[in-house]
């Protein structure tokens, strides 16, 4: 039913210039005593993507320092760290690399977070307890990470679209709308998003959601899928899906791969219809972004519900 569609068209350009950027960590190993942690929050899957992040000294201690891990809420976990602590007087130019994961315990969750807590020990008194300072990290002594925790279930947050959009994480964009384009009628499962052709000028109208903050590996195979239904949808124009994965790049993210999926079903009223959508990673990424919309149509409206983007991790 579906084909691959518009890999270079207008729309993927107008689609990715809308992906934020992420910064690579940089970690100040000079000045005054201090703990750096190379990120205040990263993201996890539930038994799949886990997250590395660096902790370094910035100067050389008078003796070993050691550090312990605690977690809020009992959600994630350090499973490993690299090389091995403390840092010694001589090994600590040394940045140390934790991962943190999140096991999948068989709750249907949603998105959830956990906090991990970086607290040192040692007999240096600037390193020591309260007395050590951390730089980079969340929270008010900067020695915190928040850990956005996806279920291995379905990574996307309010995946039936029971929330207004100011509460969730999906953004509804409307290319030269002339606005009150979006509502959420009682549709197949509650409340769906619907895409409504509001002028002939409109040119792209989509709803999106992207994962950031990923360790995304090679080989990594996403599946979306989605309901779809339509009202007097027009034969102009074109209903596509879209999956995208992305890496840092030199001014905007990078592209690594990419799926598009156009919708080829007949145009009119379209019954409620399951669909789906599969990437497979050519290349390590550290986002992931489904979209789903039109572009050029202008007659009629598209209803979406149910969406749930799964990872299968070979
Ligand atoms: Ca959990
Ligand atoms: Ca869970
Ligand atoms: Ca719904």
Redesign the pocket.
Known sequence: MFRRLLSSSAIALVLLTLVAATAAPTLAQTGDPAIAISDASVTVIEGSIAAEILVALATQPEADVALSFSFANGEANVTMVSPSLPFTPANWTEERTLTISATVDGTDEGVHTDTLTISATSDDPAYNGTAAVFTGGAGSSNNEVTIQIRDAANLLDDP???LPVSQSEWRLVAQAGLGGSFSHPA??????VLLRTTSSIETLKYAAQRIGNLNGLAGDEFTFSYSIAGLGVGEDGVIATRILLTRPGIDEPEEVTVSTCGYVGPRGDINWQTLTCSVTATDDYTAVEVFFGWQGLTSGLVGY??AQLDLVRP
């Not at 549709?187 to 769906?192: E, K, M, P, Q």
């Open positions: 039936s679209f029971e549709a197949l499962d509650g409340s769906s519900d149910v």
